[in-house]
């Protein structure tokens, strides 16, 4: 069976076919406006399986040639060093490197999202970006009443508002520019809210398996609404994760690792690999964590000893996240652990 490495990329696809006794059979170069020649240059080269790397806009391309191909194998980026650290690094070279793994068996492989939980993911990260974009606009409109000494903590209450507003001696540039940012807020809270609508009825169609894993999330302490959307649609299925060091790692929570002449380097910082909006939510739930729960509150006060209280919040977030991981795989809600 043939080996086929993709180097993708928005404009170009670079392209190198191998046998299995890693002779280069062919190499191309394929552009994403003409998908029909791609496909049928794939399908000259069956049967063949085909690695890309997963980086961003590789969906239509595996959607292509699936159809033609006994295998498309993605390959997880941050784990393929071969090709970043080269020192003679091109388009051509790196489609070689990749038929050449894939030939092997040698491919670091990344997790494919199911639609289901594309759509999820789709949902989810637009709410964390609309929620961005509503505090950045608040910031700027309480910085501008700052300089007049009119802001207040209840600015954005329903006992305060534009009324108040409209009282603050501001000058008339200020005041245009605060008329447009309460506007903005206004269209940003809007759609906030009808998102979040939609990623509830989304939420009702689950299937069984996603729905239990829902419930027995929010048995948790520190573990609402959104973090509990953020934790299903970043991680997908807890089967696919050997343990719960696995996990911790595709969060990005463990620390890196620096080994020279046997012996590990200490009080590195976290990999941070992975999706930022999932430790994101991790840490929240932490900081919530410890201010309930006098438990997770006293391991947190024994970790800040040692090493501070961003390190402390983080490696809460770590046992935590490791505490989920073992209820969403045993299907047991929080209290029955006895965690709390």
Not at 73 to 100: F, H, M, W, Y
């Amino acid at each position: 069976m043939n080996s086929i490495g993709v180097d993708l990329h928005k404009k170009l696809i670079t392209v190198c076919v191998m046998d299995q006794q890693l002779k280069v059979l062919a190499r191309a170069t394929l552009y994403p406006s003409q998908p029909d020649k791609i496909v049928e240059f794939f399908r000259n080269w069956q049967p063949f399986r085909v690695v890309v790397e997963a980086t961003a806009s590789y969906d239509w391309f595996v959607e292509a040639v699936e159809p033609v191909a006994e295998e498309v194998v993605l390959a997880n980026p941050s784990k393929l060093r071969v090709i970043a650290e080269s020192t003679k690094k091109t388009d051509r070279l790196d489609a070689q490197v990749l038929a050449e793994f894939l030939a092997r068996d040698m491919i670091p492989r990344a997790y494919r999202p199911t639609f289901r939980q594309k759509q999820h993911r789709a949902l989810v990260r637009h709410r964390h970006y609309l929620q961005g974009r509503i505090t950045a606009v608040r910031c700027k409109i309480r910085r501008i009443l700052a300089d007049y000494n009119a802001d207040r903590r209840d600015l954005f209450s329903s006992q305060c508002g534009p009324d108040y507003i409209e009282g603050v001696g501001l000058g008339e540039g200020q005041r245009a520019v605060i008329r447009q940012l309460w506007e903005e807020f206004q269209q940003h809270a809007a759609r906030l809210a009808e998102l979040a609508r939609q990623i509830k009825a989304f939420a009702k169609k689950a299937p069984q398996r996603e729905a239990e894993a829902r419930t027995i999330l929010k048995t948790a302490p520190g573990v609402g609404f959104v973090t509990a959307e953020v934790i299903l649609s970043e991680l997908g299925d807890v089967g696919r994760f050997r343990n719960a060091k696995a996990i911790s790692a595709y969060a990005g929570l463990v620390p890196a690792v620096r080994q020279s002449g046997g012996k590990r380097s200490r009080d590195l910082a976290i990999t941070k690999e992975g999706s930022a909006l999932l430790r994101w939510a991790l840490v929240e739930a932490a900081w919530r964590l410890v201010a309930t729960s006098p438990k997770w509150e006293r391991q947190f006060e024994r970790l800040k000893k040692r090493g501070g209280a961003k390190r402390a919040i983080v490696a809460i977030a770590r046992k935590f996240l490791c505490v989920l991981y073992a209820m969403l795989r045993t299907s047991t809600p929080y209290k029955v652990l006895g965690a709390a």
